[in-house]
């Protein structure tokens, strides 16, 4: 059997914990506090990158931020998204094709741990990029790592690729961006995902009900090591604040 945290069952898992769709540690407590960096007045228009089951997708609906529209790569989540909230704007695509799906400009691009994910980082920040008006803010909330520092063996390729800040802030500073903040939170990280792997331990049984041993004990192990690892400062964790030049600024 191959697992994969980034699967259909590998969301449903952590959602079945968290108690919603969402895919980030700190669920609605993490929203909350990233969306102060937001001036409310100026967005209309939202994109969120990478929104496997939708749970952030739909936060922002409910909390009338506006127009969201939401991408993601995998074809099941995303037929989830639309049967469980029909309100938003689905759509199955790659991050470094987004410009081919010919949307109106957006004001915030936001992305809750997917960032990561991404096996050409610099491309999919320049597709992000076409994506915005200029003035437009983006959000990236995700793990980071040392630059030089080397990643977690226990965690294996479904780490992936953690934001060095250092080189995101290049990258922006190439690609038309402005950035504004980047905030450590690595020490929600820890307490987020300390809760979390609590909340794996005490739902046991609705694991082995919805998923089986095999997976239960995978998705355990992976995030007792992700906490280890950020116990440790091998990863950390940090919510990013840009926005894109505007054509006077460049």
Known sequence: MSFRMNSPQGKAIPALVRGGDYAHPGEEEAIEGVVTLL????????????????????WFRRHGWGQVAAIDIDQE????????????????CDVTGMSQLSLPPFDVAYLFNSFYAFPDQRKALSEIRTMCRDGAHVIIFDYTRPRGGDLPVALGSEIGQPVVIETLRRWMSQDEWEMKS?????????????????????????????AGRDWYDYVLAWYSALRDALVAGALGGAVVHALVKRKSEE
């Open 39 to 58: 001036p409310r007045h100026d967005v209309r228009r939202l994109l969120d990158v990478g929104c496997g089951r939708g749970g952030t997708a739909d």
């Open 182 to 210: 980047v905030t450590d939170l690595t020490g929600n990280f820890v307490a987020w995902y300390q809760v979390t792997v609590q909340k794996i331990e005490d739902k046991q049984q609705p694991i082995l009900e919805l």
């Open 77 to 92: 989540s995303i037929r989830y998204c639309q049967q469980t909230y029909p309100e938003i704007e689905f759509h199955t």
